[in-house]
């Protein structure tokens, strides 16, 4: 099972990393990554990592975070800068085991077995 942490009220143009760990210590999945869901809308894809490295990113992200994982920890974790308020929502990570060749696998929803909990993050104008 996957843990999120670190959301939080900040205010636009701040930072804030997310973190995400899988319990018991256990390894993190081959592929991971963030999902986000404002209130009132769909989840939508954040951000996904590949073991090897490889990123992913929505474009309304793109050039503001940064998905990174570390494998020795067995965490992962999710680098906001320049928040807008449109960036509000519960922050959710997500895990799958396989190993995508298609770029747009990384971008679904379905793609992913394992969720955490959820983390809120809130910009303020």
């Known amino acids: 099972q996957l843990q999120a942490s670190g959301g939080g009220l900040v205010q636009a143009g701040e930072s804030l990393r997310l973190s995400c760990a899988a319990s018991?210590?256990?390894?993190?999945?081959?592929?991971m990554a963030w999902f986000r869901q404002a209130p009132g809308k769909e989840r939508e894809f954040v951000a996904a990592?590949?073991?090897?490295?490889?990123?992913y990113y929505a474009g309304s992200v793109q050039g503001r975070f940064i998905i990174s994982r570390d494998n020795w920890k067995n965490a992962l974790y999710l680098q906001m800068d320049s928040l807008k308020p449109e960036d509000t929502a519960v922050y959710f990570c997500?895990?799958?085991?396989?190993?995508?060749?298609?770029?747009?696998?990384?971008?679904?929803?379905?793609?992913?077995?394992?969720w955490g909990q959820g983390t809120l993050v809130t910009v303020s104008s």
């Open positions: 990592i590949a073991r090897s490295g490889g990123e």
């Open positions: 018991g210590r256990a390894p993190l999945p081959n592929t």
């Open positions: 997500a895990g799958s085991e396989r190993i995508y060749t298609r770029r747009t696998s990384y971008y679904r929803s379905d793609s992913y077995v394992s």
